[in-house]
Every structure is written in structure tokens, then in C-alpha cells.
T-cell receptor, first 111, second 115 residues
């Protein structure tokens, strides 16, 4: 089993819709969580960190569920420009620990 | 300020040749990662450098792959006797390092094509 797993999608939703996807992690020692966005043929860029209490940045909301070991990303009022691959990443609370990425979820917003 | 830079941006090589890929992290970042991303796939962890600690090489797929980081800054990923399955984008990322929340900043990648 992979340490970080995501539904690869693609999720194909109309503009203006709300879409959500999850990312599960297997190691309970994971302490830091992130969502990255990757556009086609570009490098990943940080979208938002995920805090224990959940956090919101405009149309984007990230949640952490430690009991079930998953993080989620909710996008409200989706825009065409939201079309991308969304990667989740987890890190154990140690400077010696690497960050592990999921394989990404592809999102396509249609007009 | 300058971000993470990688060179070359594209590399075409023949099977069996050696290649060297370079990464210049953000100044002051102590953590440096190499990833491989095949077309349409996720990020595959290769190696992680953190300060003066021994690197985590657990992701290197074979002994043809090696990496070094000189002076805690620039890193070079070397692939010996390249194979066609090595064709991918090789991404480098750096972060401030240390424990806890840290943002990774990625370079634009090197697109490697092995013929």
C-alpha cells in the first residue's frame, strides 16, 4: 500500500460547481500536510498547508481528519483556471523525514 | 528573489550514456529533494538532503542513480548507463529545512529523453 494515496480522477465538473477530493495517508506519525497544484508541463506549486483546525483561503478549504487519516480539499465556485492536477503531500514531524507526495488528482473544469 | 533553478531544461541522450542534472536551490535552504515524474504520473521520490545529515537515498531506483550536494548548496543527480525507462522529468525542490511545516519550492525540472 502506498503511504499517500489519491483518486487519480479525472474529475470533470462544470464551472461554478463545488468539488472535493480526499487524500489518505497510512503513517500515523505524519504531522505536516500540504496541497500542491501542478499545471500541465509545469512544476508543482504550494496551494495551501493543511492545519489541524482546517483552513480556508478564498474558494479553497482544506481539512484534516487524523482519526481517519485523510486530508481533503474543497473548491467552491470552480473556475476554468482551477483545471490542474492537485497533489497532496505529507511529512512526519522530523527534520530528517522526507515529504511524500500522492500521485495527484486531475481536475478539469468545463464551461 | 531567485527561485530554484535546474539545468539543463531539456536533455536528449542515447541509451547507455551518462547524464548529469544540476539543481541550484534557494539560498539558505538546507533541505533539497530530487523527484522523478514520468508522463502522466505522480512524483516519485528519489533522494533527500537535509543539512549535514546523511542523505536519504531510499528512493533511488538502482545503483545507476546517484546524487551529491556540494557545500550544502548545489546538487547534481547523475544517471549512469541511461535506459529508455529513465525518460522523465526530474524535479528538484528545496525548503528551509528543519521540522514542522515547511514549504517546498520546485524548480522547473529537467526533461530527459533517452533514445
Amino acid at each position: 500500500r502506498k503511504e499517500v494515496e489519491q483518486d487519480p480522477g479525472p474529475f470533470n465538473v462544470p464551472e461554478g460547481a463545488t468539488v472535493a477530493f480526499n487524500c489518505t495517508y497510512s503513517n500515523s506519525a505524519s504531522q505536516s500536510f500540504f496541497w500542491y497544484r501542478q499545471d500541465c508541463r509545469k512544476e508543482p506549486k504550494l496551494l495551501m498547508s493543511v492545519y489541524s483546525s482546517g483552513n480556508e483561503d478564498g474558494r479553497f478549504t482544506a481539512q484534516l481528519n487524523r482519526a481517519s487519516q485523510y486530508i481533503s480539499l474543497l473548491i467552491r465556485d470552480s473556475k476554468l483556471s482551477d483545471s490542474a492536477t492537485y497533489l497532496c503531500a505529507v511529512k512526519r514531524y522530523s527534520s530528517a523525514s522526507k515529504i511524500i507526495f500522492g500521485s495527484g488528482t486531475r481536475l478539469s473544469i468545463r464551461p | 528573489g531567485a527561485g530554484v533553478s535546474q539545468s539543463p531544461s531539456n536533455k536528449v541522450t542515447e541509451k547507455g550514456k551518462d547524464v548529469e542534472l544540476r539543481c541550484d536551490p534557494i539560498s539558505g535552504h538546507t533541505a533539497l529533494y530530487w523527484y522523478r515524474q514520468r508522463l502522466g504520473q505522480g512524483l516519485e521520490f528519489l533522494i533527500y538532503f537535509q543539512g549535514n545529515s546523511a542523505p536519504d537515498k531510499s528512493g533511488l531506483p538502482s545503483d545507476r542513480f546517484s546524487a551529491e550536494r556540494t557545500g550544502g548548496s548545489v546538487s547534481t543527480l547523475t544517471i549512469q548507463r541511461t535506459q529508455q525507462e529513465d525518460s522523465a522529468v526530474y524535479l528538484c525542490a528545496s525548503s528551509r529545512g528543519g521540522s514542522g511545516t515547511e514549504t517546498q519550492y520546485f524548480g522547473p525540472g529537467t526533461r530527459l529523453l533517452v533514445l
